[in-house]
């Protein structure tokens, strides 16, 4: 991530500074003057059930102030990481897996293992789910829900369509030929079967994996050759020659957020994203959608996994930190604050609060849940966290693919260029 900047000397400071108020037991605590600020990434749908939670909160401690923002995740990591460079950070932060590390080793979060056990109750996550967390064995982040990859899709769209949607039964290479299908067997004007993901990492990560490979190896070099890149462009290159997925210009409005994606657009019939993110779909898309595994590949390997949705963690630089602990330990902890969530950030890590929630689920959350039962029989290990320089190396398969499928490059030109810049990135991150 280049454009993170974490400046030693002033780290040293704060560090220094926290680790005084520390030992003088002077750390804050609540006081009618209390403000804390929160930054998230998500939909509209997740600021609404988060705002709420805030608010719950609020009442039951009026003396704080709680200061959200919340913008899409392709804008996101820009504006965090110059907050954290400018020493402006907020007190708590939505954190990703594929950035904690980053962030962690970097000196810009906050380890929590003090709060474990007392402001923090999280001894019924389970240890794997508390270990997402975790950087060079000090806990950094709170395990907001578990989710998966999965594809969504408009089931009277595809049934109107005389095709076969997407699903753990369908191979690769039968999507493909579904698509083609639906293109055949479609009445509506500029709608295609399925979004085009050949630029979103988390569907080529699922994959590669599915053939024994991976986005990153154990040491942190890239898992794959420019054949592997290639084809992955090549495969949905031939979808779109077949008219089953949206163009390149459909595809390029997308910036990785629910609102802009073609199937929420109305562009497309299928979408894939985060499981957690089926009910922020759901609310902005008017037919009823359907929750399914990705394709699978004959005789590969589990392609999905279970990961946390997304984690919450402290700035190394808060003034806040029992304020913070305490806001985030209601949100994953507590009765009132999980039910108000509900399962949009993923399925509750906390056993409790996933049996209490599960009486009150809607039909829409409840599919969400079933699904990450479902799909257990195809769910492999955990991958390596990604390597500093990852979150670049997404974005640039976004651009690439673009290229790709604007004819700008081929599909090997593509692969080639790929694979050479994540390396680049890797070695100078």
Known sequence: MSDFRIDRRTLIKSSAAALALSAFGARPLFAQDQRLRFIWWGSQERADRTNKAIAAYREINPGLTVDGEFVGWSDYWTRLATQVAGRNAPDLIQMDYRYIFEYARRGAL???????GNALQISDFGQNN?????????????????????????????????????????????????????????????????????????????????????????????????????????????????????TPDIQALDTLTIETNPLTTGYAATGFAHSNQYVGYQ?????????????????????????????????????????AVKLANFLVADATGVNILGVERGVPASDAMRAQLASSLDETSKAMVDYIADIEDVVGALPPPPPKGAGEIAFALTRISQEVAFEAKTAEEGGEQLVVEATSILERA
Request: proline letters at 5%; hydrophobic letters at 40%.
């Open 110 to 116: 906050m380890p929590l293992d003090e709060y474990v």
């Open 283 to 323: 609310a902005l898309n008017k037919s009823k959608l359907v929750i399914s595994s990705y394709p699978v590949r004959e005789g590969g390997q589990p392609g999905h996994y279970y990961k946390p949705s997304m984690l919450l963690s402290l700035s190394a630089g808060t003034q806040a930190a029992d304020a």
């Open 130 to 246: 508390i270990d997402a967390g975790k950087v060079d064995g000090k806990l950094y982040g709170i395990n907001l829900g578990v989710n998966s990859s999965a594809a969504l899709y408009d089931a009277a769209a595809w049934e109107a369509a005389g095709a076969t949607p997407p699903s753990k039964a369908v191979t690769w290479d039968q999507f493909a030929e579904n698509c083609a299908a639906f293109a055949k067997g479609n009445k509506k004007s500029n709608f295609y079967a399925t979004a085009d993901a050949s630029g979103l990492e988390p569907s080529f990560e699922l994959w590669l994996r599915q053939q024994g490979k991976a986005l990153y190896n154990a040491d942190g070099k890239v898992g794959y050759e420019p054949k592997d890149a290639a084809a992955w462009f090549a495969y949905w290159g031939e979808i779109r020659k077949a008219g089953g997925c949206v």
